[in-house]
């Protein structure tokens, strides 16, 4: 096995471009919605709103100002499969459509996938989506065919400040701690990684600098595996499972003393 | 932009698991429920319920080809439903017993198997098949017993996995709780003793054995009522944010008060009329619809965090 690779995305450099959507669409050959309809959101300069089957890196704006404008801030932040190591939506997949690599990434074969849709539950990250083309769930491959040729997946590579960095994970998280620890001298105290360590679902091997609450940048502060359900929810459907034989067979049983009053009527009659 | 302090699951993405999801769930409910009650009333029942079990299987064998159909039309790619079975790559058995939806085609699969035993020994009894080994695949014959009771458990796990199926997401309301599995499971005992009681009221036969159907449902009901209240109660904070609209007054009005308090009330009386018993069934009925309906569809509201 390769060594463990992925994206740190610090997002105090991104500057909004969207080079990385389009270099992703490019390269992965992914449709455009509604035929290339133009469609305005009203948000901010995001027209794409959300990772879907057919967006497969998405640049967030979060424009933070004062009621009088005179203060404010734009976040920026270009979001993508995070390739958890613990991975929601590869554990619920029923198909085995959806593998880990030899670089430690998750993908999903779109020649497996029925379009079930259970990884679209599984994913903390709301990551996944269905391509209308495939009728399969898609989402980032973190550039698999590019990898297995030696190269950088497009959207790193199409980064124009560095926002996005590929890289064996060791060294993106030396390089991001680094960054926090260059940020917290020059006075952004609020620069800290999301889900750089182990303790985010065994670690993402896409992971972020962030200089707010993961909340502002659509993150979920707390995600957690589907399977943490399975073993309480199987418990208490087995004690129904339970219940629910018995009171048939107490409701069902044949009474002897019921049966002896109906045969004493027949026997009457 | 977003609220402080929302709970993850709502950084998901729904399924768009939509109608022929909810009809799975509840007609897989009824073909494991009934399946269960015909070899419970076979196993320890009186020999004149015999009629009434066979109704029970007669009902299940249907209902559960309509699940897996449903669920194939459900799929964005049918053709491939048997990737859920096989490796397509492989050919390898394709199971996950840790995925809910794997574990569940495979119950299903199997279940499947049982039902059609179970239909074609009643079709023999009835006279209808005459293949005589059919009499040794049915309790009180011991390989029936067997079959029965390995088909009963695999019964209600198809009536109750679906919810656990839900549980084990990051969706909202789904994953918030550890008692849909429960609650679905005793819904689809509830559904099907109602459809047992429909059909033979309108067969008017069995009088004395619907009775006891009745009671049995009367139970369920209860306990139904019980796993609702204590479902909401694990939600917690999340109920204002999913339910505090028209999906919490189809919950409260068309589940609580007239899918569960009414029918309950009506099969209450150990010697209802028929036609109480069986308004109180049809109620039953539409009650196990709408509770599906809101606990998919009401999820399927909550969008993903722009």
Redesign the interface.
């Known amino acids: 096995m390769a060594e463990p690779m992925g994206f740190f995305t610090d997002t105090t450099v991104c500057i909004g471009c969207k080079a990385c959507e389009v270099a992703c669409k490019e390269w992965n050959q992914l449709p455009a919605a509604d035929g290339g309809a133009p469609r305005l959101s009203g948000d901010s300069y995001d027209n794409t709103r959300r990772l879907d089957g057919t967006h497969w890196r998405h640049v967030r704006f979060v424009e933070q100002f004062s009621e009088d404008r005179r203060d404010g801030r734009w976040l920026l932040m270009s979001d993508v499969c995070k390739h958890c190591v613990q991975a929601g939506c590869l554990e619920v997949c029923p198909t085995g459509a959806i593998i880990r690599t030899e670089f430690d990434t998750v993908v999903i074969q779109s020649d497996v996938c029925n379009g079930c849709r259970a990884c679209l539950t599984g994913c903390p990250f709301g990551v996944i989506g269905l391509n209308p083309v495939s009728g399969t769930a898609q989402k980032c491959t973190l550039c698999y065919d590019r990898l297995q040729a030696g190269l950088e997946p497009a959207c790193s590579k199409a980064c124009p400040t560095d926002s996005i960095q590929f890289g064996t994970i060791r060294e993106l998280r030396q390089r991001a701690e680094a960054r926090v620890q260059q940020l917290h001298r020059q006075g952004e105290s609020r620069a800290w990684l999301y889900g750089a360590d182990d303790r985010m679902l065994g670690g993402l091997n896409a992971f972020f600098l962030l200089v707010d609450r993961p909340e502002v940048y659509g993150l979920p502060p707390a995600p957690k595996l589907p399977s943490r359900n399975l073993v309480p929810s199987g418990l208490w459907s087995l004690l129904g499972a339970i219940a629910v034989g018995l009171a048939g067979l107490i409701s069902f049983r044949d009474r002897p003393a019921a049966r002896r009053d109906v045969g004493a009527r027949r026997e009457a009659a | ?4 302090g ?1 709970p ?10 939509g109608w022929w999801i909810v009809l799975y769930f509840f007609v897989g409910g009824i073909a494991g429920g009934a399946y ?2 015909a070899v ?2 076979d ?5 004149e ?1 015999r009629g009434l079990a066979r109704l029970g299987y007669v009902v299940a064998f249907p209902a559960v080809v309509v699940s897996a159909l449903l669920l194939i039309v ?5 053709e ?2 048997w ?2 079975l096989v ?3 492989t050919w390898r058995p ?1 199971f ?1 017993a ?5 574990f569940g ?1 495979w119950a299903l699969l199997a279940f499947g198997a049982f039902a059609l035993v179970g239909v074609l020994a009643a079709l023999h009894e009835d006279g209808r098949l005459r293949w005589g080994w059919l009499s040794r695949l049915r309790p009180p014959a011991p390989l029936g017993i067997v079959l029965g009771v390995l088909g ?2 695999l019964g ?2 198809v009536a ?2 679906t ?2 199926l839900l ?5 909202p309301i ?2 918030d709780s ?6 679905f ?2 819904s689809g ?1 509830s559904t099907a003793a109602a459809v047992l009681i429909l059909l033979a009221t309108r067969a008017r036969r069995w009088a004395a054995d619907v009775e ?2 009745a ?2 449902d009367a ?2 009901l209860a ?1 139904e009522l019980v ?1 609702l209240v204590a479902l909401v109660a694990s939600l917690g904070s999340i109920v204002p944010r999913v339910w505090f609209n028209a999906w919490g007054l189809l919950l409260l009005v068309g589940v609580g008060i007239l899918g569960i308090l009414v029918p309950l009330a009506l099969e209450w009386h150990p010697r209802a009329p028929a036609p109480s018993r069986a308004l109180a069934a049809a109620l039953v009925l539409v009650g196990g619809l709408l509770l599906r309906v809101v606990m998919l569809l009401s999820a399927e509201a909550v969008g ?3």
Request: proline share 9%.
């Open positions: 932009m977003s609220p402080a929302l993850s699951t709502f950084f998901t993405a729904p399924p768009e698991w269960v009650l419970l009333i196993l320890v029942g009186r020999p319920a459900d799929l964005h790619r049918p491939r439903f990737h859920m490796q397509s790559e394709m996950k840790w995925s809910p939806i794997s085609a009963g458990a209600l796990v109750g996995y919810g656990v549980a084990v997401t990051n969706r789904w994953a550890p008692l849909l599995g429960l609650l499971l005793v005992a006891t159907l009671r049995f139970f369920a306990l796993v993903r965090v722009a």
